[in-house]
């Protein structure tokens, strides 16, 4: 739902091509198959240590925390420098909400997992 609303709000201003409001769905299914295909098809090519994967829960969970562990797990040094301007940040955008979306009819979801199991098993999200 997020992305099929951010996609209706921007398609017509920066979209190259038009896509009417009631196939935007299918593009975004589409999208991210061929997108998280073509990751995980070519992730081991990434060597070793310059590839951490974080959920966006956790991001959204335990931010701090979140992103110490990319650090440190991607060796990057400079967290204590790069820490204030976090703090900044998300004092910043304390009182942020995000959308809320109305929940997918069950054959939405039914097609969804089938359409992307592969991703779902791959990042942890059971079905």
């Not at 201003?13 to 070519?42: C, H, S």
Request: glycine share 6%; net charge negative; proline share 6%.
């Amino acid at each position: 739902r997020s992305m099929c609303h951010m996609a209706s709000k921007v398609q017509p201003v920066w979209g190259l091509q038009y896509f009417p409001p009631e196939e935007i769905p299918e593009m975004v299914v589409q999208t991210y198959k061929r997108l998280y295909n073509a990751y995980l098809d070519e992730r081991s090519l990434v060597p070793e240590g310059h590839l951490h994967e974080i959920s966006y829960e956790q991001l959204v969970d335990d931010p701090r925390e979140t992103l110490r562990g990319a650090y440190e797990q991607l060796d990057l040094g400079g967290y204590e420098n790069y820490q204030p301007r976090l703090e900044e940040y998300l004092a910043a955008n304390a009182g942020y909400q995000r959308n809320k979306h109305a929940e997918l009819p069950t054959e939405d979801c039914v097609r969804l997992h089938d359409q992307w199991s592969r991703f779902f098993t791959e990042f942890g999200y059971g079905e």
